[in-house]
């Protein structure tokens, strides 16, 4: 036996004895185990232990000579920084994933609508409840064009959006969009491009109600003001007629008054 590192085993002296004495039991079954198997297959075998604080990676090479092993070679690889390095890769694998997967989940469940689509506006994703709320299925959606889905009266409003997405790298306001059945349905929007992945990434909520509710309050405060503007001229226009009747009534008035207190004069006799 052999040993290019004397101090592998602490034991300078540690050529001519037997390994399986400088193992723990276990290591050392293990160590036999594959060693057995070396001889008996005539097979390189492989084994990964833990040995004085390192993790070492051990091949077993066989030397076969007229069918038969003679010796085995035994090689071993000090692998505790590349062992240490695809752990922390593989912890950051399994962060990644987990991440994803929440944010899957979170774009699955949520209420808006969530999509993602290229630069000439083509969609890439779009998330299950937010095809539904349109009245479509996911894969009806992805592959598509926005503007198919804008109504005709607001097609300007999807150039100015993606004029302002490639200017500006977002977009925040409003955009009318069509049910599948043709209804019109108002988004409000919140989009931002990517620009490592040349993708933009938006949010949709439907604020069409909203909007109604807005519209009618504008109406009901318009004819509110238009009925207080009619009050107020019925209130002038009545003003002026009282003033006009008060001076109609009170010229004849004034002379008739006049007559009856001459008439009421003292010493003024009946032939008079």
Same mark, same amino acid.
């Given at each position: 036996? /052999?040993?290019?590192?004397?101090?592998?085993?602490?034991?300078?002296?540690?050529?001519?004895?037997?390994?399986?004495?400088?193992?723990?039991?276990? %290591?050392?079954?293990?160590?036999?185990?594959?060693?057995?198997?070396? /001889?008996?297959?005539?097979?390189?075998?492989? @084994?990964?232990?833990?040995?004085?604080?390192?993790?070492?990676?051990?091949? @077993?090479?066989?030397?076969?000579?007229?069918?038969?092993?003679?010796?085995?070679?035994?090689?071993? =690889?000090?692998?505790?920084?590349?062992?240490?390095? +695809?752990?922390? #890769?593989? #912890?950051?694998?399994?962060?990644?994933?987990? *991440?994803?997967?929440?944010?899957? *989940?979170?774009?699955?469940?949520?209420?808006?609508?969530?999509?993602?689509? !290229?630069?000439?506006?083509?969609?890439?994703?779009?998330?299950?409840?937010?095809?539904?709320?349109?009245?479509?299925?996911?894969? &009806?959606?992805?592959?598509?064009?926005?503007?198919? /889905?804008?109504? &005709?009266?607001?097609?300007?409003?999807?150039?100015?959006?993606?004029? %302002?997405?490639?200017?500006?790298?977002?977009?925040?306001?409003?955009? =009318?969009?069509? &049910?599948?059945?043709?209804?019109?349905?108002? /988004?409000?929007?919140?989009?931002?491009?990517?620009? #490592?992945?040349?993708? +933009?990434?938006?949010?949709? %909520? !439907?604020?069409? !109600?909203?909007?109604?509710?807005?519209?009618?309050?504008? %109406?009901?405060?318009?004819?509110?003001? @238009?009925?207080?503007?009619?009050?107020? #001229? *019925?209130?002038?226009?009545? =003003?002026?007629?009282?003033?006009?009747?008060?001076?109609?009534?009170?010229?004849?008035?004034?002379?008739?008054?006049?007559?009856?207190?001459?008439?009421?004069?003292?010493? @003024? =006799?009946? &032939?008079?």
């Amino acid at each position: 036996m /052999f040993l290019n590192r004397l101090d592998f085993f602490g034991d300078p002296d540690a050529v001519g004895k037997n390994v399986l004495s400088f193992l723990p039991p276990d %290591q050392g079954e293990r160590f036999f185990q594959k060693l057995k198997l070396t /001889f008996e297959t005539h097979a390189p075998q492989e @084994l990964e232990e833990y040995y004085r604080g390192r993790i070492y990676l051990g091949r @077993l090479i066989p030397i076969v000579s007229n069918n038969t092993v003679k010796e085995v070679l035994a090689i071993g =690889t000090d692998i505790t920084e590349n062992k240490a390095r +695809v752990e922390r #890769e593989n #912890e950051l694998h399994r962060k990644i994933e987990n *991440s994803e997967r929440r944010y899957r *989940s979170l774009v699955e469940e949520s209420m808006v609508l969530i999509c993602s689509h !290229d630069m000439d506006g083509y969609l890439i994703t779009v998330n299950k409840p937010g095809a539904e709320a349109l009245g479509y299925r996911q894969e &009806e959606l992805v592959g598509k064009r926005l503007d198919i /889905f804008i109504h &005709e009266d607001y097609k300007a409003g999807f150039h100015d959006y993606m004029d %302002q997405i490639k200017n500006t790298g977002s977009f925040e306001g409003f955009l =009318t969009i069509c &049910e599948k059945n043709g209804a019109k349905r108002i /988004f409000l929007c919140k989009n931002v491009l990517l620009k #490592e992945e040349n993708m +933009v990434l938006g949010s949709a %909520q !439907d604020v069409t !109600d909203w909007k109604k509710a807005e519209f009618r309050e504008k %109406q009901i405060k318009k004819e509110l003001l @238009l009925a207080k503007e009619k009050a107020e #001229e *019925s209130n002038r226009l009545q =003003t002026i007629f009282l003033g006009s009747l008060s001076h109609e009534v009170r010229t004849p008035l004034q002379g008739i008054l006049g007559f009856a207190e001459i008439l009421d004069s003292p010493g @003024l =006799t009946e &032939e008079k």
